[in-house]
């Protein structure tokens, strides 16, 4: 049974998911980046300009790996009840299992919308399921994050660190049921990782993405990659077994000096309070966030060039120059020759307790609760290495509601940009008229763009997809 939850671990950090294709397709479904130059893949192309099709090689990376997820999940709920000779360790692996298949779940409804149910393992090829209604599958989602948080641990000895944790649970808990509405239930499983006392701010921003910062206090979930050392990467999307290189691409695919695929959007570089444009502090977390030409790296003993970072220019506060992710780089302890080639071995986090902090200041507005949503949001600006002045500020004032989401839109960009949050937020908000303007996303079209495209392979093999009055392929496309 470890090795059957061990697999589900597995599938999760390989390529076709963390590893690679996941990130991918939040930041390119996003308005955090653009691209870096006219290297960037058909496939990531046509997510970042808004031309996707079912037949989008990235997209059906990550539903094929989500539902291997699923299965391998199932695999090992439906088993628990033939294990007997240690209660506590089966309740808890069913447990982890339970959290990954709701986390497998929350991606596919936040993205696709209605998909196929499959709580049992697929047994035979015509065990075909179809699309269910957002609805029952953010009650699946629900009922297995609160099972999994009633038995997780909240801490794990040195050997366990990246296993699933009770406030892993519930934050992903207070993530799901905010994108479904529910913000009362989502600000109580938030408030249940607040008041654990198991998490707090790292002091140095900058911190939360060092290699050796990994399983900090500030992380509620993140994934475990480990560099071996020989350059090694597993491309071979569905070959996750142990002999297999456990490495991340993220450093390679972003970095200033190597492929640099992906960078840092105008509309991200330029949200940052500066005193240029007015405010009372330059934030330090601009800095922190991106590499600019001038920057050091090699433990400040090298210099970051124009010359150095291939393909596209930023203009930050109208100056033309050349701006790349600082965030998940390893560039800050490598050589040029060094990070040229080097996918590696830095945990990817995917929910740091600022991001709960801040989840909870949406709740409390929405929930006509200004002044706690107010304090949640000046206590991720009292991080001691940042230090912001506190809402209100002269460009943020905080008044009435609307004013308050304004500034938690603010500060999500400040604090999470680049960290695959964007574009779930954009979906959430675009449904609650939050952008009255032109829409974040400069090629959306209604009843397209809100939601990705069903694969093809999957309407072309379940021929019950859509059967239940939900059609097969979501509109547009």
């Known amino acids: 049974m470890q090795k059957g939850t061990n697999a589900i671990y597995s599938v999760v950090h390989s390529a076709g998911l963390i590893a690679r294709e996941w990130y991918f397709l939040h930041d390119l479904r996003s308005d955090d980046v653009k691209s870096g130059g006219g290297q960037l893949e058909v496939p990531r192309a046509q997510l970042l300009n808004g031309a996707v099709t079912p037949a989008n090689a990235v997209m059906n990376s990550v539903w094929n790996g989500l539902f291997i997820v699923i299965h391998r999940s199932n695999t090992v709920i439906s088993n628990g009840p033939n294990v007997t000779d240690n209660d506590a360790l089966r309740d808890r692996l069913v447990a982890e299992a339970k959290f990954f298949r709701a986390w497998a779940y929350f991606e596919l409804v936040s993205m696709w919308g209605p998909v196929p149910i499959y709580d049992e393992p697929v047994n035979s090829p015509n065990d075909f399921q179809s699309r269910a209604t957002e609805a029952d599958v953010y009650a699946l989602i629900a009922q297995d994050l609160n099972d999994a948080a009633a038995v997780l641990p909240e801490t794990y000895a040195a050997a366990d660190l990246g296993r699933i944790t009770k406030g892993a649970a519930n934050a992903l808990l207070g993530r799901a049921l905010m994108q479904n509405g529910d913000y009362a239930g989502a600000r109580t499983a938030l408030k249940l990782v607040e008041n ?16 050796e910062n990994e399983f900090n206090d500030e992380s509620v ?8 050392g020989d350059n090694g990467f597993s491309w071979g999307y569905t070959s996750d077994g142990s002999g297999e290189p456990q490495s991340t691409v993220r450093n390679q695919e972003y970095c200033p000096v190597a492929w640099r695929n992906l960078i840092p959007s105008d509309r991200y570089l330029n949200e940052f309070e500066n005193t240029a444009t007015g405010a009372a502090k330059t934030d330090p977390r601009f800095a922190m966030s991106v590499y600019r030409t001038g920057d050091t790296y090699n433990g400040g003993q090298t210099v970051l060039t124009d010359a150095n970072q291939n393909g596209n220019t930023s203009t930050v506060n109208g100056v033309v120059q050349k701006v790349s992710w600082r965030k998940y780089m390893l560039l800050y302890k490598q050589t040029f020759d060094q990070a040229q080639f080097n996918p590696g071995g830095n945990n990817q986090r995917i929910i740091r307790y600022a991001e709960v902090l801040l989840m909870l200041a949406e709740c409390e507005n929405e929930l006509n609760n200004p002044g706690p949503a107010v304090d949640y949001l000046n206590m991720v600006r009292d991080r001691p290495g940042v230090l912001m002045p506190h809402y209100p500020t002269a460009q943020f004032p905080t008044g009435n509601k609307t004013q308050i989401q304004a500034a938690i839109m603010h500060e999500k960009t400040v604090e999470l940009g680049g960290e695959e949050i964007r574009a779930r937020d954009i979906v959430r908000w675009r449904k609650k008229g939050y952008f009255p303007g032109a829409d974040p996303l400069s090629y959306f079209v209604a009843n397209r763009d809100e939601l990705l495209p069903i694969p093809q392979q999957e309407i072309d093999n379940n021929p019950l997809l859509g059967a239940q009055g939900i059609n097969a392929q979501n509109s547009g496309y």
């Open 196 to 211: 654990s006392g198991q998490y707090s701010l790292m002091g140095n921003y900058l911190q939360n993405f060092f290699e």
């Open 221 to 228: 979930f993140e994934i475990a990659f480990f560099d071996r």
